[in-house]
């Protein structure tokens, strides 16, 4: 299906569009944050999963971009997101109409969780697919 030339350049691509919302998602929320509109912009309960959810995708993108594997890839990438979490918690102290939450961290820290082991799990599966692949093509 695939030639190693090609899945080189393939995982060459994904990890760069993984750096790229690396910096991306993390600027959008100190900016966006920033914004009058953002005020509560999602209600609660419903603003937790959505900090789940991007603190999740900015996990799975740093341990993609890394390109470290196992438990290395998922502390790193579980510490940088939570990072992220604390700096954009800070962050909203000063903005007028927001306010630092330890419920928003611990939102935070379960979806950088949830991100990091969905790529490591994903990594795995990838990685017995291709062994299965190579192993009946010979």
Do not use: C
Request: net charge positive.
């Amino acid at each position: 299906m695939f030639n190693n030339l090609s899945m080189r350049a393939l995982q060459r691509l994904l990890r760069w569009l993984a750096l790229l919302a690396v910096i991306a998602v993390p600027a959008a929320l100190f900016y966006g944050g920033a914004q009058p509109y953002a005020v509560g912009l999602i209600p609660p309960p419903w603003d937790k999963f959505a900090h789940a959810g991007v603190f999740a995708i900015l996990a799975a993108a740093v341990g993609y971009a890394s390109g470290l594997r196992g438990a290395r890839m998922w502390w790193l990438a579980f510490v940088f997101a939570v990072l992220v979490g604390v700096a954009d918690e800070w962050h909203q102290i000063s903005l007028p109409g927001r306010s630092a939450g330890w419920d928003d961290l611990a939102a935070d820290a379960v979806g950088a969780a949830l991100g990091a082991t969905a790529l490591w799990r994903w990594r795995q599966r990838v990685h017995r697919w291709l062994e299965e692949e190579v192993v009946s093509r010979h």
